[in-house]
């Protein structure tokens, strides 16, 4: 792991790999980098693979507030920091609205996105039937509250279809996506959530100048297909690949398929 210093003195952990085109892997919630070892051990020989832990997560220091904005504010400091310059940035789940929040911030730096299973709204509500219903969300938070490490372990369990992953497999995630990196305190992981449930991007898609490839597993029950299916037709330069029989994490299950279409993504 390496570590920058923000401008508060705070520290961002992040791992990297490679050398080449910059591609930036930013986690989802209550995740880490450490979810991405594979990538980096699989795309390090063609491109400079960088992943950080978002503030509170893995192993970067907690910030006082936990909102898209926050998140995003702490990577432009690291970007700029790092002068990485035309980056392809993969925002996988809350990651993927981390950086619609980032890009009008950063866009000089930025090539093309990869939004992977994300959402540009992540409750369901009026006019948006493409989300999780507030009321089980509001029930996530009083299991975190009630027993985190549980309602965690229910939630990861949650990424995957039915006869998506054999029981070596998912072993094997568990071992380097979870217990190598670092669950966040439960006050950080409520935050977060909290800004999941109230979080509205669908007003910023059109301002999205950028190449964007849409990833998303068709079966997921965290962010439903149809959240995949509006980025993809309100984002102005995208494209977009769906994947029969997955869930809310291909690049684990699949991970040789997903790679190679983020190798391949080179706008």
């Not at 880490?32 to 693979?49: I, N, T």
């Not at 898209?68 to 993927?96: K, T």
């Not at 009026?126 to 009630?146: E, I, S």
């Not at 965290?222 to 291909?250: C, D, M, N, Q, Y």
């Amino acid at each position: 792991m390496k570590s920058w210093r923000l401008a508060d003195s705070r520290h961002l952990a992040y791992r990297e790999a490679g050398s080449g085109r910059p591609l930036v892997l930013i986690h989802g919630w209550a995740m880490s980098s450490a979810v991405f070892q594979e990538a980096l051990e699989s795309l390090g020989g063609d491109l400079r693979v960088l992943a950080p832990d978002l503030r509170g997560h893995g192993r970067s220091d907690r910030g006082p507030s936990y909102g898209f904005a926050d998140f995003a504010g702490d990577l432009r400091h690291w970007l700029e920091g790092l002068d990485l310059e035309d980056a392809v940035l993969v925002g996988w789940s809350m990651g993927g609205q981390v950086l619609l929040e980032l890009f009008p911030k950063v866009r000089h730096r930025v090539a093309g996105m990869v939004l992977m299973n994300s959402t540009p709204r992540f409750t369901a509500g009026p006019g948006w039937p493409h989300g999780l219903p507030a009321g089980q969300v509001k029930t996530m938070a009083r299991n975190l509250r009630r027993d985190y490490r549980r309602a965690m372990e229910e939630f990861f369990a949650l990424q995957f279809a039915e006869g998506e992953l054999s029981r070596e497999r998912h072993r094997r995630i568990v071992e380097f996506a979870v217990r190598a990196g670092r669950l966040p305190e439960p006050e950080v992981a409520l935050a977060a959530l909290e800004s999941l449930r109230e979080g509205d991007q669908r007003g910023c898609l059109a301002g999205i100048d950028c190449p964007t490839l849409v990833l998303h597993g068709e079966l997921d029950p965290i962010t439903p297909a149809g959240a995949g299916r509006h980025l993809a037709e309100h984002l102005p330069l995208s494209r977009s690949v769906f994947f029969p029989g997955l869930g809310h994490a291909p690049f684990l299950s699949r991970p040789r398929e997903v790679f190679e279409l983020w190798r391949e993504f080179q706008p």
